[in-house]
């Protein structure tokens, strides 16, 4: 059974920093690619971010416009862990940021396209 566990959301002021982590267990970790999405209340569920395996030669990362420079997601295989480093945290960033695990080598923008997702963790950013 694949789990995928989020952690390392809080409260930060604005400007701030905070790494959010999800640890996979249950799958080849290393053949997933992997998603971050957040959804804020009243919103639609928005993709942030992902990245393709290790071994993938084309495009091995994305970004939303919204995060593009302020956000960073890595993956250690060895750890089964993904990260998402965010720095310059806006109130807007404010959400349930989840992640997700594709059965593809490579990224998709499209949540229904990602086959294991965690449980959430919230990130709120006061101004």
């Known amino acids: 059974q694949v789990q995928l566990v989020e952690s390392g959301g809080g409260l930060v002021q604005a400007g701030g920093s905070l790494r959010l982590s999800c640890a996979a267990s249950g799958c080849t970790f290393s053949s997933y690619a992997m998603g971050w999405f957040r959804q804020a209340p009243g919103k639609e569920r928005e993709t942030v971010a992902a990245v393709a395996v290790m071994w993938w030669t084309g495009s091995r990362t994305y970004y939303a416009d919204s995060v593009k420079g302020r956000f960073t997601t890595s993956r250690d295989d060895a750890k089964n862990t993904v990260y998402l480093q965010m720095s310059s945290l806006k109130p807007e960033d404010t959400a349930v940021y989840y992640c997700?695990?594709?059965?593809?080598?490579?990224?998709?923008?499209?949540?229904?396209?990602?086959?294991?997702w965690g449980q959430g963790t919230q990130v709120t950013v006061s101004s």
């Open positions: 997700a695990a594709r059965g593809s080598p490579t990224w998709s923008t499209d949540p229904s396209s990602y086959h294991y």
